[in-house]
């Protein structure tokens, strides 16, 4: 975790990172967070290094962010199964148990201006709801998408072979009454990133062709979703689920 002041820092550091976690190949992600803790005067930047080896090759390769000086680390090697028992970027205290969130996916290189102006939106929301909001958070997900994007279009449903980084706006709040609110908040601050990267690149960032739902952004169309393989899809769909009781994220419907 970091001060701050380390923010701008921060995320110069998210490019050179991220051509780590690609030339690591799977073996390397790091996620990047942004939160306001009780008492800080701004944003404090967090990071989590997963590493699939020794724990003095993923200090060597995220070595950037030790450099940094991070104000506290708590950073050694455990097992996979052990970190995510207690994880730590998507708890809260029992009183802010709910959640809205949205997200997209960046095309690399990131659009680091586009994501400040996403942060100091984060930081305009939480000045606007105060304490009960106060374990929201935006998370920047590096990670290596070669993989999977390596097999071919007609072995998987999604048509998308992109490799991408993903951007998450999330809001932890304590109040049902919130909910409406919530999620138009988180909404409005990925949309406004996605119209700043628009405007700094000259076209539109998410081409909605995605690799897998979980770096989708929930608005997709089935057809560019999909692709090729969406009539093949249906029919499964008409054979399996006439239904359609799986109904859930990307439902494919039927004529």
Same mark, same amino acid.
């Given at each position: =975790?970091?001060?701050?002041?380390?923010? +701008?820092?921060?995320?110069?550091? =998210?490019?050179?990172?991220?051509?780590?976690? *690609?030339?690591?190949?799977?073996?390397? $992600?790091?996620?990047?967070?942004?939160? &306001?803790?009780?008492?800080?005067? #701004?944003?404090?930047?967090?990071?989590? /290094?997963?590493?699939?080896?020794?724990?003095?090759?993923?200090?060597?390769?995220?070595?950037?962010?030790?450099?940094?000086?991070?104000?506290m680390?708590?950073?050694?090697?455990k097992?996979?199964?052990?970190?995510?028992?207690?994880?730590? &970027?998507?708890?809260?205290?029992?009183?802010?148990?709910?959640f809205?969130?949205?997200? *997209?996916?960046?095309?690399?290189?990131?659009?680091? !201006?586009?994501?400040?102006?996403?942060?100091?939106?984060? #930081?305009?929301?939480?000045?606007?709801?105060?304490?009960?909001?106060?374990?929201s @958070?935006?998370?920047?997900?590096?990670?290596?998408? #070669?993989?999977?994007?390596?097999?071919?279009? !007609?072995? =998987?449903?999604?048509?998308?072979?992109?490799?991408?980084?993903?951007?998450?706006?999330?809001?932890?709040?304590?109040?049902?009454?919130?909910? *409406?609110?919530?999620?138009?908040?988180? @909404?409005?601050?990925? +949309?406004?990133? @996605? +119209?700043?990267?628009?405007k700094?690149?000259?076209?539109?960032?998410?081409?909605?062709?995605?690799?897998?739902?979980? /770096? #989708?952004?929930?608005?997709?169309?089935?057809?560019?979703?999909?692709? +090729?393989? $969406?009539?093949?899809?249906?029919?499964?769909?008409?054979?399996?689920?006439?239904?359609?009781?799986?109904?859930?994220?990307?439902?494919?419907?039927?004529?």
């Amino acid at each position: =975790m970091y001060s701050p002041e380390k923010l +701008e820092p921060f995320l110069d550091l =998210m490019n050179p990172l991220y051509e780590t976690v *690609t030339k690591c190949a799977g073996k390397l $992600l790091i996620f990047a967070g942004f939160a &306001i803790r009780p008492g800080a005067p #701004g944003i404090s930047p967090i990071s989590f /290094i997963f590493y699939d080896g020794p724990e003095a090759e993923a200090r060597s390769l995220a070595a950037p962010l030790f450099e940094l000086g991070p104000v506290m680390t708590n950073c050694n090697m455990k097992r996979y199964a052990e970190v995510t028992d207690v994880w730590p &970027i998507m708890m809260g205290p029992p009183t802010h148990q709910r959640f809205a969130c949205k997200n *997209t996916p960046l095309v690399p290189p990131i659009d680091v !201006d586009a994501v400040k102006g996403l942060l100091e939106d984060f #930081g305009a929301f939480n000045a606007k709801y105060g304490a009960s909001v106060g374990p929201s @958070r935006v998370v920047l997900e590096l990670r290596y998408s #070669g993989v999977t994007a390596s097999v071919p279009v !007609d072995a =998987m449903a999604y048509a998308g072979r992109q490799q991408r980084c993903l951007i998450v706006a999330d809001a932890q709040y304590d109040h049902a009454s919130l909910d *409406t609110a919530m999620r138009s908040e988180v @909404r409005t601050m990925i +949309e406004n990133l @996605r +119209e700043r990267i628009a405007k700094n690149t000259g076209k539109p960032e998410a081409d909605e062709v995605v690799l897998n739902a979980n /770096i #989708g952004n929930g608005d997709e169309k089935l057809q560019s979703l999909f692709g +090729e393989n $969406l009539p093949r899809l249906k029919e499964l769909k008409r054979l399996y689920d006439p239904k359609c009781r799986f109904d859930k994220w990307y439902p494919i419907r039927l004529e």
